[in-house]
């Protein structure tokens, strides 16, 4: 069964510091990937995610993230954190065929420290 | 707005009682999910539908039913509350992205 795994359920950095939030998946096939973020008592609101094309994916607020296959992994950065971007993330596999089934991870808190 | 559309926002329910929520998106997606977040616990997929008249169970189904009658319709259903139902319930549709509905914040006492 295909299941999402993220790293640290709790980052910190500082104003300015480098983003890395950490997702690996488990599928035997490159499954739709995505990134969510989401702020105190409001939804989700996607990222970004990856479909099979590009493996370096652009998302929203600056945040970008890579697809290694290799590594089962699509980790999430962003270059020079805001303090805006404190928020829950959560990275989600959706697999292919005919069972669309999408899986989260449990999620990752970030604090960003002025 | 396109998108994805949950009712209702809240609700307080006693033990026991029965409620449907009702998830609407007007994307034509065929794929359509069922979750509840819980503190530490991420989002977990309760059930799931591959297209209209098809449903299936995901990770926390019990106590719980789902109905796709219509392509652009998924209902959940509790038949039986429980406090262990408490707990706060997205909708997603699926296409070119995965997009959520704003939640039901579910209270049963």
């Known amino acids: 069964a295909q299941s999402v795994t993220q790293l640290g359920s709790h980052v910190s950095v500082s104003e300015g510091a480098l983003v890395l939030l950490r997702c690996n998946y488990s599928?035997?096939?490159?499954?739709?990937l995505f990134w969510y973020v989401q702020y105190p008592n409001q939804g989700l609101q996607l990222l970004l995610k990856?479909?099979?094309?590009?493996?370096l994916v652009k998302g929203i607020n600056g945040f970008e993230a890579e697809f290694k296959k290799s590594e089962t992994s699509f980790h999430l950065t962003k270059p020079s954190a805001h303090m805006s971007d404190a928020a829950e993330y959560f990275c989600?596999?959706?697999?292919?065929?005919?069972?669309?089934?999408?899986?989260f991870g449990k999620g990752t808190l970030l604090t960003v420290n002025p | 707005n396109a998108g994805v559309t949950q009712t209702p926002k809240f609700r307080v329910l006693k033990t026991g009682q029965s409620m449907t929520l009702l998830c609407a998106q007007d994307?034509?997606?065929?794929?359509m999910y069922w979750y509840r977040q819980d503190p530490g616990m991420g989002l977990r997929l309760i059930h799931y539908?591959?297209?209209?008249?098809?449903?299936a169970k995901g990770e926390v189904p019990d106590g719980y039913n789902v109905s796709r009658l219509k392509k652009q319709n998924f209902l959940l259903g509790l038949e039986s509350a429980a406090p262990s139902q408490t707990s706060v319930y997205f909708c997603?549709?699926?296409?070119?992205?995965?997009?959520f509905g704003q939640g039901t914040r579910l209270t049963v006492v």
């Open positions: 989600a596999a959706a697999s292919g065929g005919s069972n669309y089934k999408l899986t």
């Open positions: 599928s035997s096939v490159p499954p739709y």
């Open positions: 990856y479909t099979s094309a590009a493996t």
């Open positions: 994307m034509n997606h065929e794929y």
């Open positions: 539908s591959v297209g209209e008249g098809t449903t």
């Open positions: 997603a549709s699926l296409g070119r992205g995965a997009f």
